[in-house]
T-cell receptor
């Protein structure tokens, strides 16, 4: 069955370190998204991609970057981790138009 | 900017009662509105959605209504059960592929 997987599930890192969160989907979706979820803020869009080599900034993109070298993967990199980036991160993918929006299982990141 | 407001933030009902969660959106071009259920420690999962060419959609105990003129849509859960306890998010599509999400409603169904 097609799926979307994230790794790691939990990560603790130190302030200032570079961290990369992985997202891999086998739906063959062109659209992929990264969100962060914080209490009281719902889901906020960090970066998104509509296809290979396409990347775009979302509403909370500062301090984050993504790259899309193939259809299946959209890794999220925190260039220099900050305590404000402690959060739960969800990757998602969808068909054109946003239909069939599917979330990964999430990565809980703690920056100490 | 464009956003989605969701109310209430918490909702407690007795098992068997109905629950209603309401969302308003600001982008008049939005035309697709999904709802997600997120159980504790798990991923959000799509439970129902509605497109702007219909006013209501039902799936067993769950229904969604849409009022495009007023720019609001609602989730209705009837005959609530303890397993309905979760956080529910509404969303409105903008720019074809992206969504604004509400801040979530924590539903507690008391047995």
């Amino acid at each position: 069955d097609a799926e979307i997987t994230q790794s790691p599930r939990h990560k603790i890192t130190e302030t200032g370190r570079q961290v990369t969160l992985a997202c891999h989907q086998t739906w063959n979706h062109n659209n992929m998204f990264w969100y962060r979820q914080d209490l009281g803020h719902g889901l906020r869009l960090i970066h998104y991609s509509y296809g290979v080599h396409d990347t775009n900034k979302g509403e909370v993109s500062d301090g984050y970057s993504v790259s899309r070298s193939n259809t299946e993967d959209l890794p999220l990199t925190l260039e220099s981790a900050a305590s404000s980036q402690t959060s739960v991160y969800f990757c998602a993918s969808s068909e054109p138009g946003g239909y069939g929006y599917t979330f990964g299982s999430g990565t809980r990141l703690t920056v100490v | 900017g464009e956003n989605v407001e969701q109310h209430p933030s918490t909702l407690s009902v007795q098992e068997g009662d109905s629950a209603v969660i309401k969302c308003t959106y600001s982008d008049s071009a939005s035309n697709y509105f999904p709802w997600y259920k997120q159980e504790l420690g798990k991923r959000p999962q799509l439970i129902i959605d509605i497109r702007s060419n219909v006013g209501e959609k039902k799936d067993q105990r769950i229904a969604v209504t849409l009022n495009k003129t007023a720019k609001h849509f609602s989730l209705h859960i009837t005959e609530t059960q303890p397993e309905d306890s979760a956080v529910y998010f509404c969303a409105a599509r903008y720019n074809f592929n992206k969504f604004y999400f509400g801040s979530g409603t924590k539903l507690n169904v008391k047995p």
